[in-house]
Nanobody, 122 residues
Framework: QVQLVESGGGLVQAGGSLTLSCTTN????????VGWYRQAPGKQREYVAS???????KYVASVKGRFTISMDSAKNTVYLQMNNLQPEDTAVYYC????????????????WGQGTLVTVSS
């Protein structure tokens, strides 16, 4: 079963940086559109950023200028570079991707990753 594999979370001090990555566990399943979401303790999951193959990035206002989302099609990986992290960025970050299987049986699927924890200390 195809899954999204996320990595890069961890503990960082305020003002620090982390880079999250998201890819599939099956190279025949390609990412076409990817969004990052986050869920802080006691809060609802919220949109952070998104990018699609051949398209420009989009961000929620609170992370503009600090976060950068990018897609490396050759590596079938999407990155979320997070700079100047603040305690309010503490959350579990989830990757959500629209994917396309490039070998039979051809199919498209929207998948959520398992989440990676980002903790920012003050």
């Amino acid at each position: 079963q195809v899954q999204l594999v996320e990595s890069g979370g961890g503990l960082v001090q305020a003002g620090g940086s982390l880079t999250l990555s998201c890819t599939t566990n099956d190279s025949s399943v390609r990412l076409s559109s990817v969004g990052w979401y986050r869920q802080a303790p006691g809060k609802q999951r919220e949109y952070v950023a998104s990018v699609r193959s051949g398209g420009g990035p989009k961000y929620v206002a609170s992370v503009k200028g600090r976060f950068t989302i990018s897609m490396d099609s050759a590596k079938n990986t999407v990155y979320l570079q997070m700079n100047n992290l603040q305690p309010e960025d503490t959350a579990v970050y989830y990757c959500n991707a629209d994917t396309s299987r490039t070998v039979p049986p051809f199919s498209t699927l929207s998948i959520w990753g398992q989440g990676t924890l980002v903790t920012v200390s003050s």
